[in-house]
C-alpha cells in the first residue's frame, strides 16, 4: 500500500476525500462548516481533478442540488412554494470509491447503501451519547436506502478527529515531533501503534483539494471558545471510545474516526454528516494487525493492490486517471463493506 513516507492517502480522516466540489465535480472551497451550504447548481460539467468528466448528480424532484462530495451528494428540499427549506439537508451516499486521492471511474454497487445504514445505526447506538441531525429515511425512491434528510445545523469549522492508534498524518507527525496536535506521545511508537489513551486530535480544512491540517486543542479554543473546544473533544472521544470497543468486539480495530458537529437552533451541539463509516473511520481488520508497517485496510485493500499492481498499468504518482477496476475487484471489494455492515450491526443489509 502507501510508500512509508506518505499518509495512507485516502483512508479518512487525513484525506481531503469529502470536501464538497461543484455540482460540475470543480474543487469548490469547503467553506469549512462555518455556515450551511449555498453554492447555487448551475455550473455545467467541467473536468475534475482527474482530468474525467465527472456527471454532474442525480436530479431529484423536490429537491435542489447544492453539493457533491467525491462519493456524496448533497441537496436541499423544496418547500410546496419551491423555496429552499433551510431548516433540512438530503445526504446521499453514492456508490462511487476513492482511492490515492481520486474518484475511480467503476463504483461498487451497494457501498452508497452500506454506508448510509452503517452510519444510522451507529447514531441509534451513540444517541445516549449525543444528539444526532437524523430526521428521516423516507427519501426519494431514486436513493433509496442511502440517503437521509437531516437537520440543518450551524457546523463547527473543525474536523473532529480521534486516534486510537498511530498512522496517516498522525503518524508523520509523531515521527517530526513526538506530538499529535500538540499532544506528546510516548518515545517508540511506529506505524499501528496502539495508544495508551485515544486523542483528539482536531483538523482544520486547508485549501481546497489540500488535505485537512491537524491543529491543536488551543487553536480549536481560538476558533470557538474554550469551554466549546472541549465538549468538542470530549464528544469526539466518547464517540470513538463506544465505537472502538464495539468494534473491536467483532473484529474490527477502529483506527481514527473524524466526525462533524453542529449547533442546532436550540444551540445544543449535535452529531452530524456520516458516523463511524469506512469512509469516515480507518477500519482495520483485527486479525491482520500488526504494528511497524501501513496496516491493510478492511474495505478497500483489494482496490489498493489492484491498482498498485502491474496488472492495473497506472502509477499513482502520475498524471493520468485510475483506470477502471476489473469485475473481481469489484465483487471482492463489494462483498468486504457487507461484510463490515453485517459483522458490525449483526443484520444483514436490507
Ligand atoms: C454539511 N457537509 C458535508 C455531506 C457533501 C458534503 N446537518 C448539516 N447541517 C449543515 N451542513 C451540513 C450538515 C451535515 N451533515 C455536511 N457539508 C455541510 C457533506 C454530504 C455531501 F458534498
Known amino acids: 500500500m502507501s510508500s512509508p513516507h506518505v499518509p495512507d492517502p485516502e483512508s479518512a480522516p487525513d484525506p481531503a476525500d469529502q470536501g464538497p466540489i461543484s455540482p460540475a465535480g470543480e474543487a469548490v472551497a469547503a467553506r469549512s462548516h462555518g455556515e450551511s451550504p449555498h453554492v447555487p447548481d448551475t455550473a455545467a460539467p467541467t473536468s475534475g481533478r482527474s482530468g474525467l468528466l465527472r456527471p454532474a448528480a442525480q436530479e431529484l424532484a423536490g429537491y435542489r442540488h447544492m453539493y457533491s462530495g467525491k462519493v456524496r451528494d448533497l441537496y436541499a428540499p423544496l418547500t410546496a412554494t419551491g423555496d429552499v427549506d433551510p431548516t433540512r439537508l438530503l445526504l446521499v451516499a453514492t456508490d462511487r470509491i476513492s482511492a490515492y486521492d481520486h474518484v475511480l471511474p467503476t463504483s461498487i454497487p451497494d457501498k452508497g447503501r452500506v454506508l448510509t445504514q452503517m452510519s444510522l445505526w451507529w447514531f441509534s447506538q451513540l444517541a445516549d451519547l449525543v444528539p444526532n441531525h437524523v430526521v428521516s429515511t423516507d427519501v426519494p425512491h431514486e436513493v433509496a436506502g442511502r440517503a437521509v434528510l437531516v437537520r440543518r445545523l450551524h457546523m463547527f469549522p473543525v474536523e473532529c478527529v480521534a486516534r486510537g492508534y498511530l498512522a496517516g498524518s498522525g503518524l508523520l507527525e509523531y515521527r517530526a515531533s513526538g506530538t ?25 480544512k486547508a485549501e481546497l483539494g489540500e488535505h485537512d491540517e491537524n491543529v491543536t486543542l488551543e487553536q480549536v479554543a481560538d476558533v470557538v471558545g474554550a469551554d466549546v473546544a ?70 478497500k485493500q483489494f482496490v489498493r493492490d489492484w491498482l498498485t499492481s502491474p496488472a492495473s498499468g497506472w ?36
Open 315 to 350: 502509477d499513482r504518482h502520475g498524471d493520468a486517471p485510475p483506470p477502471p477496476l476489473p469485475e473481481d475487484v469489484v465483487e471482492r471489494t463489494r462483498a468486504k463493506y457487507l461484510e463490515a455492515y453485517e459483522t458490525l450491526t449483526g443484520q444483514r443489509l436490507r
Open 230 to 299: 472541549e465538549e468538542l473533544r470530549r464528544l469526539t472521544l466518547a464517540v470513538y471510545t463506544r465505537g472502538e470497543q464495539l468494534a473491536r468486539d467483532r473484529g474490527i480495530l477502529l483506527a481514527d474516526t473524524k466526525i462533524e458537529l453542529g449547533r442546532d437552533d436550540d444551540g445544543r451541539i449535535v452529531l452530524g454528516d456520516e458516523v463511524l463509516t469506512p469512509d469516515s473511520s480507518r477500519f482495520w481488520p483485527a486479525a491482520g494487525w500488526a504494528p511497524g508497517g501501513p496496516q491493510p485496510s478492511y474495505d
Open 180 to 204: 499529535v496536535c500538540g499532544v506528546a506521545l510516548p518515545p517508540g511508537l511506529t506505524d499501528g501503534s496502539r495508544l495508551e489513551t485515544p486523542i483528539f486530535t482536531p483538523a482544520t
